[in-house]
């Protein structure tokens, strides 16, 4: 974990998790332009780096996932942010992949959370992601590229720790065997659990002491 990185953005942070890693950064609160909203707008801008994967994806196919995920993020974080104290407010929140060897979008929300955290955006909770797999009934948490791509069922998650619930949950590879879905929640929740752990030590003992 890495925050205050980006000197003209209202909060910034990035995060590496095994070989793939994720820059985010906030900016705003500003004033909306002819807005007369009870409550502020949150605007999600997510993009893959050209150069973050070994493997070049079709442009198209690249437009298409961050085009999806901006919708996903913006999804996530209305939910958490308190837009009520930011009436007639714009919140501009970007998410750039800078290396990616699987669990991107775990890395990405990691990295938006601690970049408002960064910022002084008021949340009602803090937002930790993380993916998993299940093979032969044992749990697989962080995945890379290569494990992805095996034919077994894939959970990415978004958790809020405090409140002990699920904000995001999507599952790849259905079709696949499985027929224990306790199991593959429980394993999202624990794999949660310890990013989690990381994150507060990282803000406890590290995060204040640079700001002190």
Partial sequence: FEMDI?????GSASVTMGSTKA???VSGPKEGKGRNDLKGNLKCKFSLAAFSTYIRKKEYKRDLKMREFSKTLKDIFDQIIILENYPKWDIELNVLILESDGGYKSAAINAASLALISSGIFMKDTVVSSNVGIHDNQSIFD???QEEKFNI???NVAYMPHQKKFIYVELLNAKSPYDNANLFLNSGEEACGLV???MENFLKFEYLKQRN
């Fill in 143 to 145: 995945l890379i590229n």
């Fill in 6 to 10: 980006i000197a003209d953005a209202t």
């Fill in 153 to 155: 069922p894939v959970l």
């Fill in 196 to 198: 989690y752990d990381k």
């Fill in 23 to 25: 820059l985010a950064w």
